[in-house]
């Protein structure tokens, strides 16, 4: 299994930067994608940012500029810096992991962590 757990949100003024956090733990073989999607109230969750295993990255178009995704070097970890940050930003986001685990080596399996919350103010 697959554990996720994210840190870094919080409440911050329009403009301001966060940096997320979420480290992956567990029965981990090795982890293939990473991403980080966010779901607003009465909103369906969506992807904000993925990188592959080997490092190439996408963005969703209302980050695109603002938003960095990287990998630690232990390829466990996973950031999002978070710029100029928007009232619309404001979401629960959540960590995402593709991996091949102790359980599963032959497949991949997705898991999530809890989220945090990240608060935007006009």
């Known amino acids: 299994q697959v554990q996720l757990v994210e840190s870094g949100g919080g409440l911050v003024q329009a403009g301001g930067s966060l940096r997320l956090s979420c480290a992956a733990s567990?029965?981990?073989?090795?982890?293939?994608?990473m991403g980080w999607y966010r779901q607003a109230p009465g909103k369906q969750r969506e992807l904000v940012a993925g990188?592959?295993?080997?490092?190439?990255?996408n963005y969703a178009d209302s980050v695109k500029g603002r938003f960095t995704i990287s990998r630690g070097n232990a390829k466990n970890t996973m950031y999002l810096q978070m710029n100029s940050l928007k009232p619309e930003d404001t979401a629960v986001y959540y960590c995402n992991a593709r991996a091949r685990t102790i359980q599963r080596p032959s497949a991949l399996s997705d898991s999530w962590g809890q989220g945090t919350q990240v608060t935007v103010s006009s």
């Open positions: 990188i592959s295993g080997g490092g190439s990255t």
């Open positions: 567990g029965s981990i073989i090795s982890i293939d994608a």
